[in-house]
């Protein structure tokens, strides 16, 4: 007798890796976070690297972030490696797993939003101008050894890229647009209470910057580039 349990169930829904939508870019950047991280973790807890490892964070803070002192250097002209490099090295190192978790978190979330809509060589495009323009507002506005580290200038760059996805949705829905800046509007509200809190945190000028140039990169980024977008703007007059 015919048993349909023998056969497979071919109407059933299939198991689909939640990481497979996520865009590749997105999962090496994370990756290469979450492995510098492990590295510093680890580290910190002796089970690798011996005695020196507890260092290694703010080690790497130090040979790789990004500071208002290397944004002088190279106004004044340093065109060394090791000084360049900093725009954009700073950003998988994090001051601790708490900050580094979230970071990543909401790389994958947004990164999976924009990569889906976005080429994945305009995503990574999008990366760097993002994280390259966050640590130029932020040696441009401070002085001192202060370090910028961490995903946030490109994460923040991402919601830009993502509210401007949702910018011409709305426009072209017949919507009010000023409804996609509800997330950079709650994140700012957020900054504001932690710094009523906690005392003010100066990357937050970095974050902007990225959310900024984010924003005004995806006109060109996003499929049909500048073209779509005058469209939109002719359809408007």
């Known amino acids: 007798m015919h048993d349909p349990r023998n056969e497979d169930d071919r109407d059933g829904p299939a198991f689909e890796s939640p990481f497979n939508a996520v865009p590749p870019v997105i999962l090496a950047v994370a990756a290469l976070a979450a492995l510098i991280e492990a590295a510093f973790s ?3 807890s002796g089970l690798v690297g011996g005695p020196g490892a507890v260092g290694w964070r703010l080690a790497a803070a130090r040979d790789y972030g990004f500071s208002p002192l290397v944004f002088d ?10 000084m360049w490099q900093r725009l954009v090295t700073y950003a998988p190192i994090h ?43 932020f040696g441009a506005v401070f ?32 919507g009010n647009r000023l409804m996609a800046f509800r997330l950079i509007g709650v994140l700012m509200g957020l900054q504001l209470v932690f710094t009523l809190l906690f005392g003010s945190n100066p990357t937050w000028v970095a ?4 959310f900024a140039a984010g924003f005004a990169a995806s006109i060109l980024l996003a ?3 500048w073209t779509a977008f005058l469209d939109r703007m002719r359809r408007r007059t």
Do not use: C, N
């Open 207 to 210: 974050d902007v910057a990225g």
């Open 95 to 137: 001051g601790s797993f708490t900050q580094a978790l979230f970071g990543i978190a909401l790389l994958l979330a947004l990164g999976k939003f924009v990569g889906e809509v976005f080429h994945w060589g305009a995503t990574l495009i999008l990366l760097m101008l993002t994280t390259v323009a966050g640590a130029l507002a």
């Open 73 to 82: 250097q190279i106004l004044l002209g340093d065109t060394s490696l090791s």
């Open 143 to 174: 002085d001192g050894p202060i370090a910028l580290i961490g995903l946030y200038p490109a994460t923040y760059g991402l919601i830009g890229a993502f509210t401007y996805l949702l910018w011409t949705r709305l426009g072209a829905d017949g």
């Open 223 to 225: 499929p049909g580039g």
């Open 42 to 44: 680890l580290g910190a």
